[in-house]
């Protein structure tokens, strides 16, 4: 494969790495501070959802780098190799762990929309959470497909 082919999703992955960064910095603080000017009350339940974000951003960002590091081992020719499966074996955990966390908010995301009487709320904790699970699927798929191949990549070497 090219390095211009990989080159385009690596620069996607640092956008999406920047975005989130961002919003972590400067997007959620400013959240919190606007949430408990205007209602306390509401703010009692979005804080805890805010921390939630947080902690999920670390499993997110070491996600990231593990598709780095595949894109890498995808541009070294060594895609067929038990480093791309164990990058794709972290980003499944990763995503698990994030998909996890984001379902033992979900009752904070609901008693949020009850506070403010907005159903749309609950929509964006499941939107989290079955993106990751999502995300999670496709790293095991790739997983053992990878896997496979490597299996039989190692089997043809033996051959030869």
């Known amino acids: ?7 385009l999703l690596k620069l996607a992955i640092l956008f999406i790495g920047l975005v989130i960064l961002a919003l972590c910095i400067f997007g959620l603080p400013a959240l919190a501070l606007e949430a408990g000017r205007n209602d306390p009350d509401f703010a009692r339940w979005l804080y805890p959802i805010l921390i939630t974000m ?9 996600g990231l780098y593990q598709a780095l590091k595949v894109l890498t081992y995808i541009d070294k020719q060594k895609a067929f190799s038990e480093l791309s499966v ?4 972290r980003i ?4 698990i762990i994030i998909s996890g966390l984001y379902i033992l908010s ?5 008693c949020l929309a009850q506070q403010d ?4 709320i609950v929509v ?3 939107i989290l959470t079955f993106a990751s699970i999502v995300v999670a699927t496709f790293a095991a798929v790739l997983q053992r497909i990878l896997q496979e191949a490597v299996a039989i990549k190692s089997e043809n ?3 030869v």
Do not use: H, Q, W
């Not at 979900?106 to 609901?110: E, I, R, S, V």
């Not at 009487?117 to 749309?120: H, V």
């Open 1 to 7: 494969m090219e390095r211009g082919s990989t080159l």
């Open 54 to 62: 947080y902690i999920a951003a670390v499993p997110f960002f070491i």
């Open 86 to 89: 164990r990058a794709l074996k």
């Open 92 to 95: 499944k955990y990763c995503a």
């Open 106 to 110: 979900l009752p904070l995301f609901y």
């Open 117 to 120: 009487d907005a159903p749309g």
């Open 124 to 126: 964006i904790g499941l």
């Open 157 to 159: 070497d033996l051959t």
